[in-house]
């Protein structure tokens, strides 16, 4: 796999250094964007969300089509307090997510909320008016000895002595029971340990698209390995380029 990706990687820079950066607009018939409009949705992007920032990156890496001061786009510090685990199992209690116009490269639109699968709900069994003899009329059979008895419950009812009943309002200072407050440490299961990530926007050249790069940081902002980035990725969306 490691192969494949270099010869990818090196094939990808090839047509890049050979081929000149899109300057006419094409995204209505190909879904593509030129450098010019790239840049122009990233001005939008900044003023929009203040969150957004130009970046100017590393000299020695710079792309020369894009302005010395806009070679990305970065957000940083984005807080991501639950893992794609937990919010699939929603998902599949909801509705499973469904990747439409999937192909052999399997690329598709991701619909996250598909139709919940749900049991027809048996009917009802509802007379029909037919069956019903609404000029039949029954009385009411009242029984005695149900409101005798509550009656009779009622009436032999204890009424308790108020010697029984301690008043506990006129208690003297001697004998008052000291009250107060112990203070502890919270568990640390109820500390709320939040990951973190820095979004960053570049501009791909060889697909003429945006691409969207993270970099994870753990509770103690230690970076974050890719196999526990990818538990915060959908898994459909793993492996994707």
Same mark, same amino acid.
């Given at each position: 796999?490691?192969?494949?990706?270099?010869?990818?990687?090196?094939?990808?820079? *090839?047509?890049?250094?050979?081929?000149?950066?899109?300057?006419?607009?094409?995204?209505?018939?190909?879904?593509?964007?030129?450098?010019?409009?790239?840049?122009?949705?990233?001005?939008?992007?900044?003023?929009?969300?203040?969150?957004? =920032?130009?970046?100017?990156?590393?000299?020695?890496?710079?792309?020369?089509?894009?302005?010395?001061?806009?070679?990305?786009?970065?957000?940083?510090?984005?807080?991501?307090?639950?893992?794609?685990?937990?919010?699939?199992?929603? &998902?599949?209690?909801?509705?499973?997510?469904?990747?439409?116009?999937?192909?052999?490269?399997?690329?598709?639109?991701?619909?996250?909320?598909?139709?919940?699968?749900?049991?027809?709900?048996?009917?009802?069994?509802?007379? =029909?008016?037919?069956?019903?003899?609404?000029?039949?009329?029954?009385?009411?059979?009242?029984?005695?000895? &149900?409101?005798?008895?509550?009656?009779?419950?009622?009436?032999?009812?204890?009424?308790?002595?108020?010697?029984?009943?301690?008043?506990?309002?006129?208690? =003297?200072?001697?004998?008052?029971?000291?009250?107060?407050?112990?203070?502890?440490?919270?568990?640390?299961?109820?500390?709320?340990? *939040?990951?973190?990530?820095?979004? =960053?926007? *570049? &501009?791909?050249? &060889?697909?003429?698209?945006?691409?969207?790069?993270? *970099?994870?940081?753990?509770?103690?902002?230690?970076?974050?390995?890719?196999?526990?980035?990818?538990?915060?990725?959908?898994?459909?969306?793993?492996?994707?380029?």
């Amino acid at each position: 796999m490691q192969v494949k990706q270099k010869v990818y990687e090196l094939y990808k820079g *090839t047509v890049e250094r050979v081929t000149g950066p899109r300057t006419v607009s094409a995204f209505l018939e190909k879904g593509v964007l030129s450098v010019p409009e790239f840049i122009l949705a990233g001005d939008n992007l900044v003023s929009k969300c203040p969150t957004w =920032s130009w970046e100017a990156g590393d000299p020695s890496k710079r792309k020369p089509y894009l302005p010395p001061d806009k070679q990305f786009l970065v957000t940083r510090n984005v807080p991501c307090v639950r893992r794609a685990v937990s919010l699939e199992e929603e &998902y599949d209690a909801a509705g499973a997510e469904v990747v439409l116009g999937d192909d052999e490269d399997g690329e598709g639109w991701l619909a996250t909320h598909g139709v919940q699968a749900s049991k027809p709900e048996e009917e009802e069994d509802i007379p =029909s008016m037919d069956t019903l003899d609404i000029g039949k009329t029954e009385g009411i059979n009242s029984i005695p000895s &149900y409101f005798s008895a509550g009656k009779k419950a009622e009436e032999e009812e204890d009424i308790p002595d108020m010697d029984t009943y301690e008043d506990t309002g006129n208690d =003297s200072v001697a004998t008052a029971q000291p009250s107060y407050f112990v203070a502890e440490e919270p568990e640390d299961d109820n500390i709320l340990r *939040t990951r973190t990530y820095d979004v =960053s926007i *570049t &501009y791909d050249k &060889y697909y003429q698209t945006p691409r969207v790069w993270l *970099t994870g940081y753990d509770e103690s902002r230690m970076p974050l390995k890719p196999e526990l980035v990818f538990e915060d990725i959908s898994k459909t969306m793993r492996g994707r380029r």
